[in-house]
């Protein structure tokens, strides 16, 4: 009971001296400047609209339900800067995974969806390669376009290292990768003047160079630290996708790096010393960073703040 006391007592001073900068000056903290933002989970656009952050990725709608998808004044209003230029707003699409909550989902053929995806409590593998599958992701474009949207962000591009859907499909991982490069130039064939970013998606871009042609960012997920905020600089892996970044930066596709490393402590010097460590790091090879909560949530628009030295 002292601990969770102690906690909620620090919360609320924290809260109450971190809403104005003489707040923050009392309390010697230091605000740390984003680069963009993903914000697929309730966002608010008014909270957004504060920001100069671009571009900007959200999801269709303010609670995921069809009834309260943002319309084009909505996005226009969005877009607009105080500077007069025009911020970049794209949307979040899961290709590679259906989701229960979505306006599709109830008239969704059952043939379509294997078992549930682990971890992910509603989201389910899914047949994407089939043509039952592509008519929900053109309508579902279709509906984000008459929104306004510049552009959209796929997720789960890269589900075809899954073993699990290895197993339901009886196809390999070079299969999958192939059916959803197939999917994915279907898409940007049909819609050309759309803005396109994959996550995780520098290994299908490195073997598919026509889809290099079509994409303008990668979103890229837990690349400098493990997901238990270890760094993994030295690591295979991070050499092997930093190798493949680096490559997709020289033919001029954007990197937006998102790490999940902040507790939101501003007294931890452990935290401090893991965003700004991650902020260099990008800075380093040019990539745009965003510093998201450890809950991985995305939830709200994450402001990192660490004690001035």
Not at 134 to 143: A, H, Q, T
Not at 167 to 174: I, T, V, W
Not at 177 to 196: C, D, G, N
Request: aromatic residues 14%; glycine residues 4%.
């Amino acid at each position: 009971m002292l601990k969770i006391v102690t906690i909620t007592l620090f919360t609320v001073v924290l809260t109450l001296f971190s809403c104005t900068s003489v707040g923050l000056n009392l309390l010697n903290l230091f605000e740390l400047e984003q680069e963009w933002l993903l914000f697929t989970n309730g966002p608010r656009l008014d909270d957004i609209a504060r920001t100069s952050l671009t571009p900007v990725i959200i999801d269709y709608s303010a609670d995921g339900s069809e009834t309260r998808r943002f319309t084009r004044e909505d996005l226009t209003s969005l877009k607009r800067l105080k500077d007069g230029k025009s911020r970049e707003v794209l949307v979040y699409v899961n290709l590679g995974i259906a989701e229960r909550w979505r306006w599709y989902w109830s008239s969704l053929p059952t043939k379509l969806i294997y078992g549930p995806l682990e971890g992910w409590e509603g989201e389910y593998y899914v047949k994407f390669w089939t043509d039952e599958w592509l008519s929900v992701i053109i309508k579902y474009i279709e509906k984000v376009i008459e929104a306004g949207f510049d552009g959209v962000m796929f997720d789960w591009v890269n589900i075809y290292f899954s073993s699990s859907l290895q197993r339901y499909s009886k196809f390999s991982a070079s299969q999958l990768r192939e059916l959803m490069a197939q999917t994915l130039s279907k898409i940007v064939e049909m819609f050309p003047s759309l803005v396109y970013a994959l996550v995780n998606g520098e290994d299908i871009l490195i073997t598919y160079p026509h889809l290099r042609e079509k994409v303008k960012y990668v979103v890229v997920e837990d690349l400098f630290f493990t997901v238990n905020n270890q760094l993994a600089t030295d690591s295979k892996t991070f050499k092997d996708r930093l190798d493949k970044l680096l490559k997709l930066k020289s033919y001029g596709i954007s990197v937006l790096s998102i790490e999940y490393i902040d507790n939101q402590n501003p007294f931890d010097v452990e935290n401090a010393k893991r965003v700004k460590t991650y902020i260099e790091l990008a800075k380093q090879y040019g990539f745009k960073h965003y510093v998201a909560r450890t809950d991985r949530k995305l939830d709200e628009i994450n402001i990192p703040r660490i004690l001035a030295r």
